[in-house]
Nanobody, 125 residues
Framework: QVQLVESGGQLVQAGGSLRLSCAAS????????MGWFRQPPGKEREFVAA????????AYANSVKGRFTISRDNAKNTVFLQMNSLKPEDTAVYSC??????????????????WGQGTQVTVSS
């Protein structure tokens, strides 16, 4: 079992930046692909970004490409999401997720085996 705990969400003005963190328990974190998803108010959960087990490969939703950066520190069992140039439409609950081998499609919610509780990001205009 892996437990994931997100932090870093808060209220920020449009154009601002936030850095989300996701701390994972367990000894096998370095074998998991990790993803960030978000759920805007009244909408379904959507893919934001993903990173492979080594950190050597990343992928982003078109809506955040060029503004968000996903990274990981396997020595600290943590994955990050640096969010710059935030927009009101980025307002959502952000959750991290872990996908153990064999890996599924990174943008597909059911591919992920473990989920955090989420952290609220609110961007004011």
């Amino acid at each position: 079992q892996v437990q994931l705990v997100e932090s870093g969400g808060q209220l920020v003005q449009a154009g601002g930046s936030l850095r989300l963190s996701c701390a994972a328990s367990g000894r096998t974190f370095s074998t998991y692909a990790m993803g960030w998803f978000r759920q805007p108010p009244g909408k379904e959960r959507e893919f934001v970004a993903a990173i492979n087990w080594s950190g050597g490969s990343t992928a982003y939703a078109n809506s955040v490409k060029g503004r968000f950066t996903i990274s990981r520190d396997n020595a600290k069992n943590t994955v990050f999401l640096q969010m710059n140039s935030l927009k009101p439409e980025d307002t959502a609950v952000y959750s991290c997720a872990a996908d153990r081998p064999p890996y599924g499609d990174i943008w597909y919610v059911p591919s992920y085996d473990y989920w955090g509780q989420g952290t609220q990001v609110t961007v004011s205009s």
